[in-house]
């Protein structure tokens, strides 16, 4: 049994077919990256794995749980299921300790005091302890993602999505976020990231998926995607990046 | 490929730059008006000490002081005038840039010159209006002795005033909020209290607030609801203050938690925070940040409108200060509360002032 189970999803906004029939099996450990065009549809997928977006038909289920579809507990859902997003998306009125704290005090009946102390415990690893007492709007655009993927993690998720998370970033912050994430998949986190980062997809998946006008045109290892692309809109768009010095 | 060629050294490009023309017109205006403006400082003043019948030294010398305050504006027209001279020197001697810089100057004094004569002409008309009439009118709104008689008592009755007014702004404060929510309850479920919501704030938004005020206070102690029936007055006056105002508040609100980004909603909702922990925790106290400045406008209408408590028959600071204006014929306590008014929000308007500065500042990342 996988672990993330997606069947034939599909997600339309109005007229507009945004996701024509996804299906994707992740196992647990494994990191997943989407890789392809803005408008693939791969930011539409993440969101709809938690139920950010509602799917117009298909089924997703997490550890055997279907959690598609009416009646679900979304919010116990979104525990398991932790996302962090391009604009990082922290919120502004509350210290960087507070946003880590937020969910585990108000949702997990986390003790605050032992959840401020896990929340430290994180943001050490990250480098960013000494920032707890900051607000975001006092932090580098890297440095709010490191918060913002400390705040994902400071609920125990199962998975982590992550979508597009350096896309905001100027070139020389991506790293400290990309090493994050590296620690996190050694760490036998499962993950799906949506990135435009190919080296580095390269470098961490263990399965990649090219994702053209909502379909899963091609998927595989890193290795087969990368070396040997079997599609040829595959091959245009790794020849498009590699020609823009991205690969 | 076409190579692109740099102009010859020496040679411009462009048409050649024009002299400054002459500030001469402008400093012949800025001149002419400043002189205008201390002629009529120089009548409204005479007009002024002419109101007291005995002129001490002292108002002497002030009026004095003042009339030469009016006449300071001549001096950066006349420098405009000398300025000028520079400018036509300089073009002689063929410094263009000097000449352009002495024009600029020459023409900023002239502005100035004219900026301060037009506040002195119309200052000087306002004393004229006041002053017209023999004094008469000074003598209606603002006269020492019935500011002396009055003020104490004017200023007893305003307590009901403040009372009500921050009575009434607390509970605006919590009704339109949930009104504000339930205007943006999401879903089928939510349709019928989202619709109940707009017509309330249709309705009171249209309704003006003295026929609120009637229709509450009188209403509702003729049709002798239950609880309400025992009320005081000044009670009713807040409820019906608060219907009016919550109406615009909601509004506020609503504003405030729509201009929020999706995002924040996205990020909350994704950490497993339900809609209500997200509107409570998250959006609103964003919102609110954002709606102080509106909602005190609000606010400073409804103290406002607590000088429409005398329809109503209560004794407040403008009830009052009429029944005196009545007895001696004279409007120096209606202005008296009048002033009341103006100290009351003066302070409000810098404190909001000063929130937004702190805003700014930690949004600068100095927190």
């Known amino acids: ?247 | 490929m076409t190579t692109v060629t740099a102009p010859a050294q020496g040679q411009r490009s462009g048409p050649p730059a024009t002299p400054p023309a002459t500030v001469m017109p402008l400093a012949v205006l800025g001149l002419a008006v400043a002189v205008v403006a201390a002629a009529c400082a120089a009548l409204a003043l005479r007009s002024l000490r002419g109101l007291s019948a005995h002129p001490t030294v002292l108002l002497t010398a002030v009026i004095a002081l003042v009339a030469i305050a009016c006449c300071l504006p001549i001096i950066p027209a006349v420098r405009a005038f000398r300025i000028n001279g520079r400018r036509a020197r300089a073009l002689a001697a063929g410094e263009l840039a000097r000449a352009r810089q002495a024009a600029a100057a020459g023409r900023e004094q002239a502005n100035v010159a004219m900026g301060w004569s037009l506040s002195v002409i119309l200052l000087a008309a306002l004393a004229a209006f006041a002053t017209a009439n023999s004094g008469a009118v000074a003598h209606t709104f603002m006269r020492w002795q019935f500011i002396e008689d009055s003020w104490w008592d004017v200023t007893k009755a305003f307590r009901i005033n403040i009372e009500v007014a921050v009575f009434g702004e607390i509970f605006v404060l919590i009704f339109a909020l949930l009104v504000a929510i339930m205007r943006l309850l999401p879903g089928r479920a939510g349709r019928p209290l989202r619709w109940l919501a707009t017509v309330y704030v249709d309705m009171f938004r249209a309704i003006p607030s003295i026929i609120v005020l009637y229709l509450v206070v009188y209403g509702l102690s003729l049709a002798k609801v239950p609880v309400i029936e025992n009320f005081s007055p000044t009670w009713l006056a807040v409820v019906g203050l608060t219907l009016t105002y919550s109406a615009y508040v909601a509004e506020v609100y609503r504003a405030g938690i729509e201009s929020i980004h999706p995002s924040q909603w996205a990020a909350s909702r994704s950490l497993g925070l339900s809609y209500g922990m997200t509107l409570r925790t998250v959006i609103v106290p964003q919102a609110v940040r954002r709606i102080v400045p509106p909602l005190l406008n609000d606010f400073i209408g409804l103290q406002k409108d607590t000088a429409l408590l005398v329809v109503i028959g209560l004794t407040d600071a403008f009830a009052q200060a009429r029944m005196t204006s009545a007895n001696v014929f004279n409007l120096t306590p209606v202005m008296v509360v009048a002033i009341l008014f103006v100290i009351i929000t003066i302070p409000q308007a810098r404190f909001v002032d000063r929130l937004i500065e702190r805003e700014k500042r930690r949004a600068g990342g100095t927190s």
């Open chain 1, 1 to 247: 049994m996988n672990f993330l189970q997606i069947r034939d999803v599909h997600k339309s906004y109005g007229d507009v077919e945004i996701l024509k029939g996804v299906s994707l099996e992740v196992n647990r450990h494994e990191v997943v990256c989407l890789i392809g065009a803005s408008g693939s549809g791969k930011s539409t997928l993440l969101r709809c794995i938690n139920a950010l977006e509602e799917i117009s038909s298909g089924e997703i289920s997490v550890d055997g749980d279907v959690v598609s579809g009416a009646g679900v507990d979304v919010n116990r859902l979104r525990r398991n299921v932790g996302m962090v997003f391009q604009s990082y998306n922290l919120f502004p009125h509350m210290s960087v300790l507070r946003n880590v704290t937020l969910a585990p005090t108000k949702i997990g009946g986390v003790p605050k005091a032992e959840a401020e102390g896990r929340a430290l415990e994180l943001l050490d690893k990250v480098g960013m302890r000494d920032k707890a007492t900051a607000y975001p709007d006092a932090l580098s655009g890297g440095q709010q993602q490191r918060v913002a993927i400390v705040r994902a993690l400071a609920t125990n998720p199962q998975v982590l999505l992550l979508d597009e998370i350096t896309a905001a970033l100027d070139p020389e912050l991506v790293g400290d976020v990309l090493a994050i994430v590296r620690e996190l998949a050694q760490d036998g986190l499962t993950m799906l990231l949506a990135t435009h980062e190919m080296g580095f997809a390269r470098e961490v998946a263990s399965q990649v998926c090219f994702l053209h006008q909502g379909r899963i045109l091609e998927r595989g290892s890193a290795e087969q995607i990368f070396e040997d692309p079997q599609e040829e809109r595959t091959r245009q768009f790794l020849g498009r990046i590699l020609t823009a010095g991205r690969l």
